[in-house]
Nanobody
Framework: QVQLVESGGGLVQAGGSLRLSCAAS????????MGWFRQAPEKEREFVAS????????YYADSVKGRFTISRDKGKNTVYLQMNSLKPEDTAVYSC????????????????????WGQGTQVTVSS
């Protein structure tokens, strides 16, 4: 049974930092891209960042570029999202997901490119 579990969310003041983790179990994800999405209240879920299966390529939404960094540890089957210079508009539930295709070459910016999703972790940034 494939499972993704996010952790690391919480309440932080504007300008602060958080590091999210997404631990995958049930299979090895070393051959699959991984991504982070977020959903704010009354808004649609949106792409945040993705990382290729190799870890060599990363992609970011314009709104987080330069502030967030995605990385992965294949040995731990875990993907991370380091979030710096947080803003109140970053407040949302953050979810990780795995790409559908093994050794996929896409930038994985759209939800339909992913198959397994975690339950999410709440990030709240106060002003």
């Amino acid at each position: 049974q494939v499972q993704l579990v996010e952790s690391g969310g919480g309440l932080v003041q504007a300008g602060g930092s958080l590091r999210l983790s997404c631990a995958a179990s049930g299979r090895s994800f070393s051959s699959y891209a991984m991504g982070w999405f977020r959903q704010a209240p009354e808004k649609e879920r949106e792409f945040v960042a993705s990382i290729s299966w190799s870890g060599a390529l990363t992609y970011y939404a314009d709104s987080v570029k330069g502030r967030f960094t995605i990385s992965r540890d294949k040995g731990k089957n875990t993907v991370y999202l380091q979030m710096n210079s947080l803003k109140p508009e970053d407040t949302a539930v953050y979810s990780c997901a795995t790409g559908k295709r093994r050794y996929g070459a896409s930038d994985y910016r759209t939800e339909d490119e992913y198959d397994y999703w975690g339950q999410g972790t709440q990030v709240t940034v106060s002003s």
